[in-house]
Nanobody, 128 residues
Framework: QVELVESGGGLVQAGDSLRLFCAAS????????MGWFRQAPGKEREFVAA????????YYADSVKGRFTISRDNAKNTVYLQMNSLKPEDTAVYYC?????????????????????WGQGTQVTVSS
């Protein structure tokens, strides 16, 4: 069992930056690839970014590429999402998730069904 707790969300203006944190506890954090997803009101949960367990390879949704950066610190059991140049359309609840995918790829790591553990989410609101 892995418990994930997100923090760092808030209300910001367009163009501002935020850094989200996801603290993990339970099983060894380094054994999981980690992802960030988001869900806006009335929309389905969508992939934002992921980082693999072995080599730290990163993947991003096209909508955030160049603006968001995912990173992890295995010693602190924490994964981060640095969000720059925020836009109103980035407004959503952001979720951290952990997956035991043996071979994460560009095709399978963005799929929510491949994730085993989820946090409760943190709200990000970007005003125009």
């Amino acid at each position: 069992q892995v418990e994930l707790v997100e923090s760092g969300g808030g209300l910001v203006q367009a163009g501002d930056s935020l850094r989200l944190f996801c603290a993990a506890s339970g099983r060894p954090f380094s054994g999981y690839s980690m992802g960030w997803f988001r869900q806006a009101p009335g929309k389905e949960r969508e992939f934002v970014a992921a980082i693999t367990r072995s080599f730290g390879s990163t993947y991003y949704a096209d909508s955030v590429k160049g603006r968001f950066t995912i990173s992890r610190d295995n010693a602190k059991n924490t994964v981060y999402l640095q969000m720059n140049s925020l836009k109103p359309e980035d407004t959503a609840v952001y979720y951290c998730a952990a997956t035991r995918l043996i071979t994460p790829t560009r095709q399978n790591i963005p799929l929510p069904d491949n994730y085993d553990y989820w946090g409760q989410g943190t709200q990000v609101t970007v005003s125009s």
